[in-house]
């Protein structure tokens, strides 16, 4: 699987441009906001985008989810059903953060887990992995040992738990008990900052470092 990261709106979310090589099927994860730059970096690629996948529902992740969606023509997919109430309070999200307003949104297709999202000849695992929020999902490539995580772990830190519905020890049990498992050689795409794999979280990761991983 292919990827070129996007870096939008002032909380520098990582959007993900992902693509199969063989077929040249894109996604866009968590189109955050700037749709224009968005588009742009998309056309610069011979891409051809297929869907708009969620990690969760704030804002910073899909601000432009639904304008982008109707652009391409394509399908809104994800996240877990239990982050509907953060994307029907997508307006409320926006006067918060004094954003332009965001209106509901409600996704063509959630995801659970056990689920697959196919991207050409890709086959996108989807993991549960509340804490965070409580639909919050993580995308997994096996075959190229690549994770989206979203905003579950970041380099050297974990998502934030102090919203609405949040859990810090949920967050690092999906973190120990889903994700530490798949590999320590498994780079992982965060929803900000710079890319990590799960081998150098589980040993060098602070807030991972209480206990031993469950395994």
């Given amino acids: 699987m292919n990827y070129h990261l996007i870096p939008v709106t002032a ?11 063989e077929t040249l099927q894109a996604a866009l994860v968590d189109p955050g906001g700037d749709a224009a730059r968005i588009k742009q970096e998309v056309a610069g690629k011979a891409v051809t985008i297929t869907q708009i996948l969620l990690t969760h529902g704030h804002l910073d992740h899909v601000g432009a989810a639904a304008e982008l969606a109707q652009h391409y023509g394509v399908p809104v997919i994800g996240p877990q059903k239990e982050d509907e109430f953060w994307l029907q309070g997508l307006p409320e999200q926006s006067r918060m953060f004094g954003l332009a307003e965001c209106q509901p949104l409600t996704p063509d297709r959630w995801l659970e887990e056990g689920d697959q999202v196919e991207l050409g000849n890709i086959r996108l695992q989807i993991l549960h992995c509340p804490g965070h929020t409580p639909g919050h999902i993580v995308f997994f490539d096996e075959a ?3 994770l989206v995580s979203g905003d579950v772990v970041f380099k050297g830190g974990v998502g934030r738990s102090d ?15 889903k994700l530490l498992p798949l590999g320590d050689d498994v780079t ?3 929803g900000h ?9 589980r040993l060098h ?3 991972l470092q ?5 395994w």
């Fill in 188 to 190: 992982f795409i965060p």
């Fill in 210 to 214: 209480d206990e031993q991983p469950v």
């Fill in 11 to 21: 909380f520098a979310q990582n959007c993900s441009l992902i693509w199969c090589e």
């Fill in 193 to 201: 900052g710079p890319m990590s794999t799960l081998g150098y979280e």
């Fill in 163 to 177: 919203f609405p519905r949040g859990d810090h020890g949920q967050l690092i049990d999906s973190i120990k008990r």
């Fill in 144 to 146: 190229s040992r690549l």
């Fill in 205 to 207: 990761n602070p807030f």
